[in-house]
């Protein structure tokens, strides 16, 4: 069994940052990309940033040179640091993750934790 587990969210001001924090735990085997997705009411989850084992990136547009992926291959987590963060950065984030187990190293199978809540208002 697999879990993900997110933490950091919260309110924050316009303008303020926040960091998010993701691990994963249980029978992994492998962790291939690990990324984070946003949904806000009425919308869509989208993703936000994911990030390759070997560090590879991608943004969304709208989160470009505000919002940084890492992760610590060693503890199994991933991060996101949130800097000018707007009010249209509401939402719920999840986490996800594309993980092979060790009872079936051969497969891969998508993963996502329960999401934390960031709410960016004054």
């Known amino acids: 069994q697999v879990q993900l587990v997110e933490s950091g969210g919260g309110l924050v001001q316009p303008g303020g940052s926040l960091r998010l924090s993701c691990t994963a735990s249980?029978?992994?085997?492998?962790?291939?990309?690990m990324g984070w997705y946003r949904q806000a009411p009425g919308l869509q989850r989208e993703l936000v940033a994911r990030i390759s084992f070997s560090g590879r990136t991608t943004y969304v547009d709208s989160v470009k040179d505000r919002f940084t992926i890492s992760r610590d291959n060693t503890k199994n987590t991933v991060y996101l640091q949130m800097n000018s963060l707007k009010p249209d950065d509401t939402a719920v984030y999840y986490c996800n993750a594309l993980i092979s187990t060790v009872q079936a190293t051969g497969l891969t199978r998508e993963y996502w934790g329960k999401g934390t809540l960031v709410t960016v208002s004054s």
């Open positions: 249980g029978s992994i085997f492998s962790i291939n990309i």
